[in-house]
């Protein structure tokens, strides 16, 4: 059963950091392209940042504006997204995916499976 949980999000002030990860079980999470994504309330989910299976092509969305890193252990099957110099408009539920297909190694992702997801809460 493929299983994907993330962890590492929290309360932090504007401007503060996290680090969120994502670790799988039920595959080799290597062969995957993996994406990050994140629900406000009140609104629709969004896709934050993707890392490819192979090469680990990066990509972001404009609004990361370089405050963003995701990278990938593949020894410990874990994605993480390291979130820098956060606003309070990035706080949302986070989730990470991937999909399961014929180009699941590649970004972007059409997601098949998700985590559960993680609170961030960017508050003073």
């Known amino acids: 059963q493929v299983q994907l949980v993330e962890s590492g999000g929290g309360v932090v002030q504007p401007g503060g950091s996290l680090r969120l990860s994502c670790a799988a079980s039920?595959?080799?999470?290597?062969?995957?392209?993996v994406g990050w994504f994140r629900q406000a309330p009140g609104k629709e989910r969004e896709e934050v940042s993707c890392v490819s299976a192979y090469d680990a092509s990066t990509f972001y969305e404009d609004f990361v504006e370089g405050r963003f890193t995701i990278f990938r252990d593949n020894a410990a099957s874990t994605v993480y997204l390291q979130m820098n110099s956060l606003k309070p408009e990035d706080t949302a539920v986070y989730f990470c995916a991937i999909e399961r297909g014929p180009y699941e190694s590649a970004c972007p992702i059409d997601p098949s499976d998700w985590g559960q997801g993680t609170q961030v809460t960017v508050s003073s």
């Open positions: 039920g595959l080799v999470l290597d062969s995957y392209a």
